[in-house]
């Protein structure tokens, strides 16, 4: 059909998110190492145009609020004549890994965040 299959959008978020963080100094690796996970509890996505194959994509990704046990992003996918392709919304949880149950998020991110 030559467009983007609709499964690939979380992959997409996933890369905002990844390349957010990295914008921080953090890294997804960096934070397993710390024993926190963070697994999405909610993904939500509205497509609003078709992308194409070899189209240059932007991913907007902002952060919704300060985290708590939560963290939350906002994405907007434009094409390259800056048309919204696809908009969504994630929620991630913060996970010790130890116990595999929620916790707060850390402290140093927090920091990062300020």
Request: glycine content about 6%; hydrophobic content about 40%; proline content about 4%.
């Amino acid at each position: 059909m030559g467009v983007v299959y609709h499964g690939n959008y979380a992959a997409f978020f996933e890369l905002g998110r990844t390349e957010w963080l990295r914008s921080l100094g953090v890294s997804y690796k960096d934070m397993e190492a710390k024993g926190i996970m963070l697994p999405v509890i909610s993904l939500t996505c509205s497509f609003k145009k078709s992308a194409y194959y070899d189209e240059v994509l932007n991913i907007q990704t902002t952060l919704t609020q300060a985290p708590t046990a939560r963290i939350e992003f906002l994405y907007e996918i434009t094409n390259e004549k800056k048309e919204v392709i696809t908009t969504g919304n994630s929620v991630l949880v913060f996970i010790d890994m130890k116990t595999k149950k929620p916790m707060r998020c850390p402290e140093w991110l927090l920091q990062k965040l300020a």
